[in-house]
């Protein structure tokens, strides 16, 4: 069951999952810079990797696997170097060679050990007692909290964990609520961390778990328990369609030219400015530029933000959370609006942020376009 394979570099220079000294460096460095600390942490980190896998416990309640799928989709750490190199994984139900006595037989001895990094995938149901999720016979509200009471802190992956995501979408018939939440409810007070998203983008659960294991405790948290170093910027702040939301120039309907051009997805329900995350530098799927939901030419849906994703209408206009517009609009020549950087975006938001009344200033503008005035 538990992976027994050797973490140590062999005399081919190489790691437990094959990946030599050097790449393994380059994760670790990455893993530094999108954690905002310096580059040269990255050997901190790698020496910290190094000398002890961190224990881990997955429990997974009310979901689809997809947050265990986006992990199968990162590159850098593969999930078979995250696996056997930098973590020990001793319970997951879905990757678990063993099955049935064997698997709780897995959990139980993690469980004596402790001390273990317990990650939550999936909403956890609380009516009737939790019985409409179980496994193993058990309840999983119940497996959950045995599990955190000997867990050094809990890792919420995705919005159905953090939060309660689609399972506790109106009306909420299984009455599912995040990890944390349930947590609470049943006396277990640990270190809680969500990292919404459907899926959440799989570098910043890796990081985080690597921050982790480096430092022995989490990353600074926001007000909803999720690290700053990801969910601190809106989407829109960093869109590379922002300069046609704020040129006022919208994709009006799904296939026209605004659309085909690139222009913004305000009006076809983008939540962008209501969500944070950091889905347009981070991008998915390692496939490079655009490779991201309003890079593809879907609004973003809100899915790491309570309150917006699976709770209000797909297509209903975002509310602007300090979204403002700048103070003069400058030309755009590319259809894309591609000329601008993640940097400029930012930078040209927090300037116009501090302007009084600038959301109600956006408010109107959107006004003037839909009247035809802005066009
Ligand atoms: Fe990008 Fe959406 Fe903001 Fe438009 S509304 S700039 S598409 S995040
Ligand atoms: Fe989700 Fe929006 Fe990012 S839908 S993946 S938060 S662009």
């Not at 570099?9 to 790691?15: A, C, E, F, I, P």
């Not at 506790?168 to 007070?189: D, F």
């Not at 999720?226 to 296939?255: T, V």
């Not at 051009?261 to 799927?285: A, D, H, I, R, V």
Request: hydrophobic share 40%; aromatic share 8%.
């Amino acid at each position: 069951m538990k992976c027994t394979a050797c973490q140590e570099v062999d005399s081919g220079g190489t790691l437990g999952s094959g990946l030599s000294r050097r790449d393994f460096m380059k994760v670790c460095t990455a893993a530094a810079v999108y954690l905002g600390l310096d580059a040269s942490f990255g050997a901190q980190i790698a020496e910290a990797a190094a000398a002890k896998r961190l224990p881990v416990v997955w429990i997974s309640g009310q979901e689809c696997t997809g947050c265990t799928e986006t992990l199968l989709r990162a590159t850098h750490p593969t999930l078979e170097h995250l696996i056997l190199d930098l973590i020990s994984l001793d319970y997951h139900e879905t990757l678990l060679s063993g099955a049935g006595k064997q698997a709780e037989e897995a959990l139980e001895a993690a469980m004596k050990a402790g001390g273990y990094v317990m990650v939550a995938e999936g909403a956890f149901p609380t009516k009737d007692g939790g019985v409409y999720c179980k496994v193993g016979g058990k309840p999983i509200v119940d497996i959950l909290a045995e599990a955190g009471k000997h867990a050094a802190a809990c890792i919420a992956i995705g919005s159905c964990s953090s939060w309660g995501g689609m399972p506790s979408a109106s009306p909420n018939p299984t009455e599912a609520r995040g990890a944390g939440e349930v947590l609470k409810m049943k006396g277990v007070n640990i270190p809680v961390m969500n990292i919404p998203g459907c899926p959440p983008n799989p570098y910043n659960f890796l990081s985080a778990v690597l921050y982790f294991v480096t430092f022995g405790k989490l990353p600074d948290l926001d007000d909803k328990g999720r690290p700053k170093f990801a969910y601190s910027r809106l989407i829109h702040e960093n869109c590379e369609r922002r300069p046609h939301f704020d040129a006022g120039r919208f994709a009006e309907k799904f296939g026209d030219d605004g659309h085909n051009q690139g222009y913004c997805l305000y009006k076809l329900g983008c939540k962008g400015p209501e969500t944070y995350n950091n889905c347009s530098t981070l991008t998915f799927g390692d496939v490079g530029a655009g490779s991201w939901p309003v890079g593809m030419g879907a609004p973003c849906f809100g899915c790491s933000e309570q309150g917006v994703g699976f709770t209000v209408p797909l297509h209903s206009p975002a509310r602007l959370v300090n979204v403002t517009p700048p103070a003069f609009f400058s030309p755009i020549d590319g259809a894309k609006g591609g000329g601008v950087t993640a940097g400029a975006a930012a930078v040209a938001a927090a300037v116009v942020g501090a302007a009084v009344g600038a959301g109600l200033a956006t408010s109107k503008k959107v006004g003037e376009v839909e009247e035809g005035k802005g066009k």
